[in-house]
């Protein structure tokens, strides 16, 4: 039987959501944007793909003559946080409108991460729970107080796995899946173990998905709206021999950046992903989140069968493109 789960929501989640949003905005202009927190925001302001430095070069040091290509995406991230970011900038150049859209994105993933737990759960209390816990994620909170990526990352991640459920209760929402997870794939490369997850588990759990077309009509629909990086990514290849730059950094590509490629040392990489997630997240937080899975793949459920198989192939991510502290987003919303 088909349940809206966008009904009857319960109004502690709006506590949840209203102290979160506190927190968020508590003093947030008056925070000087250093790092990516500056620059991302600055590229943001013209869509201009430019970085303040000689050691990683862009399309604009390259072409006398812009290639059209070169306007459908970054050198490094895919372009569509930075246009959200770039509507908000055209209301007013300001440390405040820079970082709102990501305050906003983060208060959307505790919505979102409450109606995605609670469509796979079927019970309310845990998504209360995971909402609860995702607003006392240090990470979480840091991510939306800066205009770094991250909490653009996780609300798209969250409205992802939400979509998705609600997908395989009524196949008829596959347009909605698709347009979801299209945009989820053009915020950063950090999602695409989205992918692999969701396949291994309807594997695991759905086999019959595999026999309707709407699976494969959402599929399409989300590579149609990623066209954009794809191209991009075809066309530096064939203008420059390598692809852009995180996918330079995964195949260990010769190209004008001096990036570390695939770690080899497989002990080493993991290892150094448990001390980021411990030193990020906290310990005492770690440590319950893996109580937690190890409780509910006792109990059989399908939420922490999901969670667990995303787990893993994040972690497979981490360990080929190294443990590095912003990429770890992801675990956020998964460990909640």
Same mark, same amino acid.
């Given at each position: 039987?088909?349940?809206? *789960?966008?009904?009857?929501?319960?109004?502690?989640l709006?506590?949840?959501?209203?102290? $979160?949003?506190?927190?968020?905005?508590?003093?947030? +202009?008056?925070?000087?944007?250093?790092?990516d927190?500056?620059t991302?925001?600055?590229? +943001?302001i013209g869509?201009?793909d430019?970085?303040?430095?000689? &050691?990683?070069?862009t @399309?604009?040091h390259?072409?006398t003559?812009?290639?059209?290509?070169t306007?459908?995406?970054?050198?490094?991230?895919? #372009? /569509?946080?930075? /246009?959200i970011?770039?509507v908000?900038l055209?209301?007013?150049?300001?440390?405040?409108f820079?970082?709102l859209?990501?305050?906003l994105?983060a208060?959307g993933a505790?919505?979102?991460?409450? &109606?995605?737990t609670v469509a796979v759960?079927?019970?309310?209390? #845990?998504?209360?729970? +995971?909402?609860? /816990?995702?607003?006392?994620?240090? &990470?979480?909170?840091w991510?939306g107080?800066?205009?770094?990526?991250e909490?653009?990352?996780?609300?798209f991640?969250?409205? $992802?796995?939400?979509s998705?459920?609600?997908?395989?209760?009524?196949?008829k929402?596959?347009?909605q899946?698709g #347009?979801?997870?299209?945009?989820t794939?053009?915020t950063?490369?950090s999602?695409?173990? #989205?992918?692999p997850?969701m396949?291994?588990?309807l594997?695991?759990?759905?086999?019959?998905?595999?026999?309707?077309?709407?699976w *494969?009509?959402?599929?399409?629909?989300a590579?149609?709206?990623?066209?954009?990086?794809i191209? *991009?990514?075809?066309?530096?290849?064939? $203008?420059?021999?390598?692809?852009? /730059?995180?996918f330079v950094?995964?195949?260990?590509?010769?190209?004008?950046w $001096?990036l570390e490629?695939i770690?080899?040392?497989?002990f080493? +990489?993991?290892?150094?992903?448990v001390?980021?997630?411990?030193?990020?997240?906290?310990?005492? *937080?770690?440590?319950?989140a893996?109580?937690?899975?190890?409780?509910?793949?006792?109990?059989k459920?399908r939420?922490?069968?999901?969670?667990?198989l995303?787990?893993?192939?994040?972690?497979?991510?981490?360990v080929?493109?190294? @443990?590095g502290?912003?990429?770890?987003?992801?675990?956020s919303?998964l460990?909640?």
């Open positions: 039987m088909k349940e809206n *789960y966008m009904k009857h929501i319960d109004q502690r709006w506590w949840i959501i209203g102290c $979160t949003a506190v927190v968020l905005l508590f003093r947030i +202009s008056h925070v000087d944007m250093v790092g927190d500056a991302y925001s600055v590229r +943001s869509l201009v430019f970085l303040f430095t000689a &050691q990683q070069e @399309p604009l390259w072409f003559e812009m290639p059209f290509w306007e459908l995406s970054f050198h490094d991230h895919p #372009i /569509l946080l930075f /246009l970011q770039f908000f055209s209301i007013h150049a300001s440390v405040f820079a970082k859209p990501f305050v994105m208060l505790l919505f979102f991460t409450y &109606q995605w759960s079927r019970r309310k209390e #845990i998504g209360l729970i +995971s909402a609860l /816990l995702l607003a006392l994620n240090a &990470q979480f909170i991510a107080r800066v205009s770094y990526l909490a653009g990352v996780i609300f991640l969250a409205l $992802t796995m939400w998705f459920f609600r997908f395989l209760d009524d196949k929402r596959w347009w899946f #347009i979801v997870l299209g945009l794939l053009l950063k490369f999602t695409l173990f #989205i992918i997850t396949v291994l588990f594997l695991w759990q759905e086999r019959h998905v595999w026999r309707l077309p709407e *494969y009509w959402a599929f399409g629909l590579g149609f709206i990623n066209l954009p990086t191209i *991009y990514n075809l066309a530096m290849y064939r $203008t420059r021999g390598h692809f852009s /730059l995180q950094r995964l195949f260990g590509q010769v190209s004008p $001096t490629g770690h080899n040392n497989l080493q +990489s993991l290892w150094g992903l001390l980021n997630l411990g030193q990020l997240i906290s310990w005492p *937080y770690l440590l319950a893996i109580v937690a899975i190890v409780f509910s793949m006792r109990e459920s939420h922490g069968r999901f969670v667990l995303g787990l893993f192939f994040l972690t497979i991510q981490q080929f493109t190294g @443990p502290g912003h990429a770890l987003a992801p675990y919303i460990m909640a």
